[in-house]
């Protein structure tokens, strides 16, 4: 039992130590950009998703309800987002991207990707392959389990 827990604890180690750092080099080419990890997730899921309800948005960037607001505003004020009300449901916000969110997406997202390779090139393509499918497998259980 203490070897199992104690390799638990090495993967615990080694997802968090490598989280952190591939994050980095992430956080690193989005604060070159104006914009921090959250307003860059925003604009990538409404770029990729289109227009979504508020409510909706921080389930998918992994970020509270009450932070949604705030992000949306900083993205309002750089004319990179605006907000609709439903035409079915008034109380219903959503956030859509503008053109120019769009236009700065698509000139920036192809480095971001850039950034985002060279920060796990330590793996091989099929190393990735298998890193990925285990880390779901991981993240489904512990989904399931909380």
């Given at each position: 039992?203490?070897?199992?827990?104690?390799?638990?604890?090495?993967?615990?180690?080694?997802?968090s130590r490598a989280h952190q750092w591939v994050n980095a080099h992430a956080d690193r080419d989005i604060?070159?950009?104006?914009?921090?990890?959250?307003?860059?997730?925003?604009?990538?899921?409404?770029?990729?998703?289109?227009?979504?309800?508020?409510?909706?948005?921080?389930?998918?960037?992994?970020?509270?309800?009450?932070?949604?607001?705030?992000?949306?505003?900083?993205?309002?004020?750089?004319?990179?987002?605006?907000?609709?009300?439903?035409?079915?449901?008034?109380?219903?916000?959503?956030?859509?991207?503008?053109?120019?969110?769009?236009?700065?997406?698509?000139?920036?997202?192809?480095?971001?990707?850039?950034?985002?390779?060279?920060?796990?090139?330590?793996?091989?393509?099929?190393?990735?392959?298998?890193?990925?499918?285990?880390?779901?497998?991981?993240?489904?259980?512990?989904?399931?389990?909380?």
């Open positions: 039992m203490a070897t199992t827990k104690n390799t638990s604890l090495e993967l615990f180690i080694a997802l604060k070159k950009l104006g914009l921090n990890r959250t307003e860059f997730g925003v604009l990538e899921l409404l770029y990729h998703k289109g227009p979504q309800p508020l409510q909706r948005i921080g389930t998918k960037v992994l970020m509270s309800s009450g932070n949604i607001t705030y992000v949306v505003d900083k993205l309002e004020k750089k004319n990179l987002v605006i907000r609709n009300a439903s035409s079915s449901d008034r109380r219903l916000i959503y956030a859509e991207i503008t053109n120019k969110g769009i236009e700065f997406i698509e000139e920036v997202f192809p480095n971001h990707t850039n950034v985002i390779e060279h920060a796990v090139h330590g793996l091989s393509d099929e190393e990735k392959k298998i890193a990925s499918k285990l880390l779901k497998k991981l993240g489904l259980y512990a989904e399931q389990h909380y």
